[in-house]
């Protein structure tokens, strides 16, 4: 990829930016845009770790419709995956390469739309014995799901929104209108709700990470029990809900994905990819 690159930054061989506020301007980006990402896509393959396993054949002209039809529109992209896939990993890589290259862009987690379960937790005693219930913490029913597309659609017409907040400390409580997000360019949302059914329409991208379920679970039992200082036969527990309700709501969420990417692949070839999607849309003479 690096030579890719190098080859894109040093070449004579460059055509005159367009003006991407006309129709024409955008349909000369779009095609040039196709061809770049097919050659992205030739060199994947050749890898032997390739971070693309699979993408939808619909994607590249759905997209370029999409750049030449609503150029305004602030662009979204959804990153969901099982739990240790290794979607917050690549979310974050995403994040800190675009801001490499001063791209405006905003990161929101669909986790931060749990709903607010204080009261079952206290009627209950405890998350954990409110899970033993039967609650089922990943539906989409455990989420205010009218409240993130309301929040997706307002940032992705350009309005600033202030985001829920649900402590991760056992408590349940949800905090209303407590994070400030701004709709930048680019926005990414990460979170296993990310491609339920009730917002899936409105990401531009969509992106499922995928991993093996033995590094996703070793991924796992290291995070519970160095990390959160759980015991071998909670974490154990908790991972095996986690794998029954990933099943449930999240792995059907693959089949609507733009892109399914490997979540075992080199984070530094994930940033050269990145690198270069970044120099073919800015290296114009």
Avoid at 7 to 21: H, R, V
Avoid at 36 to 43: T, Y
Avoid at 174 to 192: F, H, M
Avoid at 275 to 284: L, S
Wanted: net charge neutral.
């Amino acid at each position: 990829m690096q030579g890719l690159i190098d080859k894109e930054l040093y070449s004579t061989d460059k055509i005159l930016k367009p003006d991407f506020n006309s129709r024409t301007g955008r349909e000369l980006l779009a095609f040039y845009l196709q061809t770049k990402f097919r050659q992205i896509l030739a060199h994947d393959k050749k890898c032997e770790n390739p971070i693309f396993k699979e993408v939808n054949p619909d994607f590249i002209s759905r997209f370029s419709r999409r750049l030449i039809n609503n150029p305004r529109k602030r662009l979204l992209i959804g990153i969901t995956g099982e739990s240790a896939s290794g979607k917050s990993t690549i979310c974050k890589k995403i994040k800190n390469i675009i801001g490499q290259y001063e791209m405006p862009v905003s990161v929101l987690s669909t986790d931060n739309y749990f709903s607010d379960i204080s009261a079952l937790i206290s009627k209950y005693g405890s998350f954990d014995s409110l899970v033993e219930s039967g609650y089922d913490i990943d539906s989409p029913k455990s989420f205010q799901m009218e409240i993130l597309r309301s929040d997706l659609v307002d940032l992705s017409d350009g309005i600033d929104i202030k985001a829920p907040m649900y402590l991760p400390n056992g408590t349940g409580v949800s905090v209303p209108n407590a994070l400030d997000i701004a709709s930048e360019k680019i926005i990414v949302v990460e979170g296993i709700a990310t491609m339920y059914d009730e917002i899936k329409d409105i990401f531009d991208v969509k992106i499922y990470v995928e991993a093996d379920n033995d590094i996703r679970k070793a991924r796992f039992m290291k995070r519970a029990c160095e990390e959160r200082n759980q015991n071998y036969d909670k974490a154990i527990q908790h991972w095996n809900y986690l794998e029954h309700t990933g099943s449930k709501h999240v792995r059907p969420c693959r089949n609507d994905a733009d892109f399914v990417l490997n979540g075992n692949a080199d984070l530094k070839y994930l940033a050269q990819v990145l690198e270069y999607i970044h120099t073919i849309t800015n290296n114009f003479s």
